[in-house]
């Protein structure tokens, strides 16, 4: 009688066994990147970056990976606050405007108003700091008519986009500022050689700050309160979690960053000009994106977005190097963005 | 046991424009007993229970918490005075893990400034706790702490929310229709965990439209009919017919029929 009864213990055991096996390569695929939802976007950016250095040797060198590091600094540098605003389950569309009208403020409080009256511009040191704090203030505006007068994220900041624009405008009557900039304004646009790499001390700062949000996200009650509030609003409220507290530092804390990466554009262009930055806050929405955070919240990691802005930087690069036309490259990137908002829809729906 | 009741509301009154959710609706709970409360929809059965839990604030009455009255203006008030409450919807966040739902809204700090200046959290500290209140329940299905909440099956998230309200719960810890969007097996493991939390001493209050289930794990149940209590039974001096006959107001109670001091 012991035959049988091993056999049949075998037998339940390879059907537990063939149960586990039945979770089909494309399944196991699935769980993974639900786990690791940067994966695919690292994935992508090695699959890039093999295939561009196919098509033009001088892609796949020190050099030309320096130049687009420099080139993504300021949208992967926005990316940041608005990873932090998406994982809420929100949307920043006016994050170029509160960059720009940070940007605006430092320079015009620091060059003053010559032959107005006001002759002598302020302290850097009082100029930067209040440029920082309008970043933060124009968040807070964001963050207090999402949480208080409970209006979508979309709609309140496709508002304040104008709105900030608009104040920008009226700030400098739509003229650049012409004076020479502060040599304090202009710090993150200096070189510094990292071995082969030669980057500017914008890439390390924008790469400092992603540093610290991650460290906050992952390991601080704060971070982890972000999540479940994109995650599930009602859950995190019913968790005692105060909701609104959470969403408006996000917002005040995204303004931060926004008026901070507007202290790398001015390195980076050496003027303030009203007309940069137009576009970040749609090349911000697509790092992010691309990077794997998910706009329905809760889900992605902020080093995702720093892979998603580099994505979108590989690809303008290496399609230019590969001779391809500017508008392939819009095709391309417009494309990537389908693919990998599809990727996270097969992601999710994987584990309802 | 001791007689005065651990939760006890008094003429809760509560409108939602003209419409009357609660006419003076009054509750005691006893200590370790669980009490039922159940009602036809739109008896003003959940009101109450967000009166009592903070999630609502009542236009009139009074609510009185181990022989001191209490004003909650948030859900947070009554989880600070000791009341835990598990809501219908599942209240966990699908994406977080076991341990993190547990402790979401209290998270545990690192000791010493790690957790003081750079304000980091105990993962590690939470996941043992966690695992602890876990198994005290005996809910041995779970094996992995640190497994998200969406890949647990309902009863298993119903589990981990009950195990939450079981960790923190000081005084007494409110159920609304646990069970409601549960299969067979999964609600049999909620009851058994109601069960066991009554064996743990806790007072539990339970909402419930399964009269089966009601009449299995209850010792007293409040029939809510029109926003008041229509009568208190108990599951051996009434039989379900009854119940239902209250709940409807085909049948009325006696004062003196009903089970208004404790029966455990």
Known sequence: MKGP?????????????????????????????????????????????????????????????????????????????????????????????????????MAKLVQGTPGEGHPAGWSIWLAFPLGLAVGMLGGAINGFLVTKVKLPPFIVTLGTFNVFVALTLTLTKGTVPSIEMDPFLLTLGHYVNLGPFRITTGVLFMIAMYSFLAFVLRYTGWGRHVYAVGDDIDAARLAGISVNRVLMS?????????????????????????NTGSDLN??????????????????????????????????????????????????????????????????????? | MSKAPILQAVGVTKNYGRVIALDGADLELFPGEVLAVVGDNGAGKSTLIKCLSGAEIPDEGQIILDGAQVSFKRPQDGRHAGIETVYQTLAVAPALDIASNLYLG???????????????????????????????????????????????????????????????????????????????????????????????????????????QVFEVADRIQVQRLGKRAAVVTPKTHSMNDVVAIMTGAMTVDKKDQALSPVR
């Not at chain 1, 902020?302 to 392939?328: K, Q």
């Open chain 1, 250 to 274: 996000v917002y005040v804390v995204a303004g931060l960053i926004f008026a901070l990466s507007a202290w790398i554009v001015i390195g980076r262009v050496t003027v303030a000009s009203p």
């Open chain 2, 106 to 212: 209290r998270e545990m700090r690192k000791s010493g400034p790690l957790g003081s200046i750079f304000r980091m959290l105990d993962s590690s500290g939470m996941r043992k706790a966690a695992k602890e209140h876990i198994s005290a329940l005996g809910i041995g299905t779970i094996q992995n702490i640190s497994q998200a909440v969406e890949t647990l099956s309902g009863g298993q998230r119903q589990a981990v929310a009950v195990a939450r309200a079981a960790a923190f719960g000081q005084k007494l810890i409110i159920l609304d229709e646990p069970t409601a969007a549960l299969g067979v097996r999964e609600s049999r493991q909620v009851l058994k965990l109601i069960e066991s939390l009554r064996d743990r001493g806790m007072p539990v209050i339970l909402i419930s439209h399964n009269m089966p």
């Open chain 1, 5 to 105: 009864q091993v056999s049949q213990d075998t037998a339940t055991y390879d059907a537990a066994a063939e149960f586990q096996d039945r979770a089909s390569v494309s399944q196991k695929i699935q769980a993974t990147l639900h786990k690791y939802p940067w994966l695919s976007s690292a994935f992508v950016l090695l699959f890039a970056s093999i295939t561009f250095s196919f098509f033009n040797e001088n892609f796949l060198t020190p050099s030309n990976f320096s130049l687009i590091l420099q080139q993504v600094a300021i949208v992967g540098a926005v990316a940041a606050g608005q990873t932090i605003i998406i994982l809420t389950a929100g949307i920043d569309l006016s994050c170029g405007a509160i960059a720009v009208f940070s940007s605006m403020t």
């Open chain 1, 282 to 352: 749609l090349d911000s929405i697509t790092a992010v994106v691309i990077g794997g955070t998910s706009l329905f919240g809760g889900r992605g990691t902020i080093f995702g977005s720093l892979i998603g802005a580099i994505i979108v930087g590989v690809f303008r690069n290496g399609l230019t190097l590969a001779g391809v036309d500017l508008y392939y490259q819009l095709l391309a990137i417009g494309l990537l963005i389908i693919f990998a908002v599809s990727v996270d829809q097969w992601i999710r729906k994987a584990r309802k």
